[in-house]
């Protein structure tokens, strides 16, 4: 699990959503699940858990996609500390999070997902990302936005 500083966004895998103890002292309130292949997580009572499974590729709803970039990025702007997690949190989860950052901070996606990746292992699907940068256009209210430069 990863912290995005200094913003209040972790991410990971499923493993770290299921290590309980270091979520809570992590100060982490909010769980946003990605992961399609793997049963709902049993959580504390005390999380905010949200669950949207997205496949890690293609043929993803695009009202599903931005339904989990408009629940990220509201619990950002929110200033909820959240970690956003998927099976392996190679793919889905930093596509997500750096879309949402994106969105948040008014950069581009392709700058924010470069970001994560210096600090933690990505291997994103390229169908997925396209997907996902569509979903953060709309949700945006624009067409897709490229880094300044």
Do not use: K
Request: glycine share 10%; net charge negative.
């Amino acid at each position: 699990m990863r912290q995005v500083i200094p913003h209040l966004l972790w991410l990971g895998h499923l493993g770290d959503a299921r290590d309980l103890r270091g979520v809570l002292n992590a100060g982490i309130t909010a769980l946003v699940d990605l992961a399609l292949e793997e049963p709902p997580l049993v959580t504390h009572r005390e999380l905010i858990y949200c669950r949207i499974p997205l496949e890690d590729g293609s043929g993803n709803d695009p009202d599903r996609l931005r339904l989990a970039l408009r629940t990220v990025v509201g619990l950002l702007r929110a200033h909820v500390p959240t970690l956003v997690f998927c099976g392996a949190g190679m793919s889905r989860a930093p596509s997500v999070g750096a879309a949402a950052l994106a969105i948040v901070t008014g950069e581009g996606c392709d700058a924010w997902l470069e970001r994560l990746r210096q600090i933690g292992p990505a291997d994103v699907s390229t169908a997925l990302w396209t997907d996902v940068i569509a979903a953060a256009a709309e949700v945006r209210g624009a067409a897709y936005w490229a880094p300044p430069g």
